[in-house]
């Protein structure tokens, strides 16, 4: 079975820019959580998606954004992109259908966003 | 505010002896929590997981261990291998339906041969 693919692997953008991350879960799996890590704050829970629709999400500011398509594949986007944006962006699916975190999740590689 | 908290930023240990990895968290509502791993260039892979109802748990070489009352758990690795170099992510988290994980900033954990 295919892993969680992400891409692009890697991105560079300047400040005021948007961005657009992609990621397609493993087959079967319909829910899709994105995460940022940094080396300051580690890794922080942005937002999950399951069956096409936002069931969580975390303390960031209104311009992280995320959609599913029905396919359970997922896009993150980030608008005005600021300098503090720089991090790896991870992406995790799960065959959990409750949303319960004991259901396990499976890590993508992650998109490096470098924002200059 | 850090509700999950591993205060080492790094560990190295020599193979064969035993790593002992820490982690605290401040919200005592936590009652699940999980160890990741990561490599450099992928993404976190599950480890291990225990429920609040346990204060251990067992998996092969590897140990979780929590005190509730101290709000504390670690992780042992035993015995260490270089294999075993990577960042270890702590995670805890609510059981019920739409939680969300908590991580930790990681610990870099070298294991020497």
């Known amino acids: 079975k295919a892993g969680v693919t992400q891409t692009p692997r890697y991105l560079i953008k300047t400040r005021g820019q948007q961005v657009t991350l992609s990621c397609s879960p493993i087959?079967?799996?319909?829910?899709v959580s994105w995460y940022q890590q940094t080396p300051g704050q580690g890794l922080q829970f942005l937002f999950e998606y399951f069956s096409e629709t936002q069931r969580n999400k975390g303390n960031f500011p209104g311009r992280f954004s995320g959609r599913q398509f029905s396919n359970s594949r997922s896009e993150m986007n980030v608008s005005t992109l600021e300098l503090g944006d720089s991090a790896l962006y991870l992406c995790?699916?799960?065959?959990?259908?409750?949303?319960?975190?004991?259901?396990?999740?499976?890590f993508g590689p992650g998109t490096r966003l470098t924002v200059l | 505010d850090q509700q999950v908290k591993q205060n080492s930023p790094s560990l190295s240990v020599q193979e064969g002896r035993i790593s002992i990895l820490n982690c605290d968290y401040t919200n005592s509502m936590f009652d699940y929590f999980l160890w990741y791993k990561k490599y450099p260039a992928e993404g976190p892979t599950f480890l291990i997981s225990i429920s609040s109802i346990k204060d251990k748990n067992e998996d092969g070489r590897f140990t979780v261990f929590l005190n509730k009352s101290a709000k504390h758990l670690s992780l042992h690795i035993v015995p260490s291998q270089p294999g075993d170099s990577a960042v270890y992510f702590c995670a805890a988290s609510l059981t019920g339906a739409n939680s969300k994980l908590t991580f930790g900033k990681g610990i870099t954990l070298s294991v020497r041969p």
């Open positions: 995790a699916s799960s065959g959990s259908t409750s949303g319960r975190v004991t259901d396990t999740q499976y």
């Open positions: 087959s079967g799996h319909r829910s």
